[in-house]
């Protein structure tokens, strides 16, 4: 079946950086692009950017730029997400989800298959 | 504060019919479509409506999305036990070239 398996929780240190992975199963990768979301402890979801993994093209959210990098491998079918001088308020638990997008004169995006997420904990 | 307005929490009982809200704008919802996530704490979000309307399969036809102006809905009928959980809204924004979500709206089944 499709599914989206993510590395184990971490826990950082301010200015620390951390890469969270997500292998992709059940579907042909290159067909499709990964999306990375995350949600900070009693906060809704904040979406961080995407990355075909068709082509490699990626789009950050605006906050998150400079600081962020994803990255896929289609070798292993696992995309990567790695963030950069981690600050206390980057502690959340982190999600890659597979994404279609496309344009009919009206742009869509959704992400269809989600990982369980990987809980990151930054603290001194 | 999130980009896409939703209540924060609703109720119906079992059985009942419950209907949520998203409100966007021009740059979102208004020139583009909505989805719905279900979101359980500890689990992944699981897509429920995508391009305002459509179900992925598995997801049962009692969930029913729709979209007027800058606004979307999500409908649930027949509520069950198992429908609580916490509701997200997405949509692409045109300004901001990025995914807008809601805030999330916290259902509870009576």
């Known amino acids: 079946q499709v599914q989206l398996v993510q590395s184990g929780p971490e826990v950082k240190r301010p200015g620390d950086s951390m890469k969270v992975s997500c292998k992709a199963s059940?579907?042909?990768?290159?067909?499709?692009?990964l999306s990375w979301v995350r949600q900070a402890p009693g906060q809704g979801l904040e979406w961080m950017g995407w990355?075909?993994?068709?082509?490699?093209?990626?789009l950050y959210a605006q906050k998150f730029q400079g600081r962020v990098t994803l990255t896929t491998d289609t070798s292993t079918t696992t995309g990567y997400m790695e963030l950069r001088d981690l600050r206390s308020d980057d502690a959340a638990i982190y999600f890659c989800?597979?994404?279609?997008?496309?344009?009919?004169?009206?742009?869509?995006?959704?992400?269809?298959?989600w990982g369980k997420g990987t809980t990151v904990n930054v603290s001194s | 504060q999130s980009i896409l307005t939703q209540p924060p929490s609703a109720s119906g009982t079992p059985g009942q019919r419950v209907t949520m809200s998203c409100s966007g704008s021009n740059s979102n919802i208004g020139s583009n479509t909505g989805n719905w996530y279900q979101h359980l704490p500890g689990t992944a979000p699981k897509l429920l409506i995508y391009?305002?309307?459509q179900r992925p399969s598995g997801v049962p036809d009692r969930f029913s999305g729709s979209k007027s102006g800058t606004s979307a809905s999500l409908s649930i009928s027949g509520l069950q036990s198992e429908d609580e959980a916490v509701y997200f809204c997405?949509?692409?924004?045109?300004?901001?070239?990025?995914?807008?979500f809601g805030g999330g709206t916290r259902l509870t089944v009576l």
């Open positions: 990355i075909s993994a068709h082509n490699g093209n990626t």
């Open positions: 997405a949509s692409w924004d045109d300004s901001l070239n990025a995914v807008v």
């Open positions: 989800a597979r994404y279609t997008s496309g344009s009919q004169g009206y742009y869509y995006f959704f992400m269809d298959v």
């Open positions: 059940g579907y042909t990768f290159t067909k499709y692009g």
């Open positions: 391009t305002n309307d």
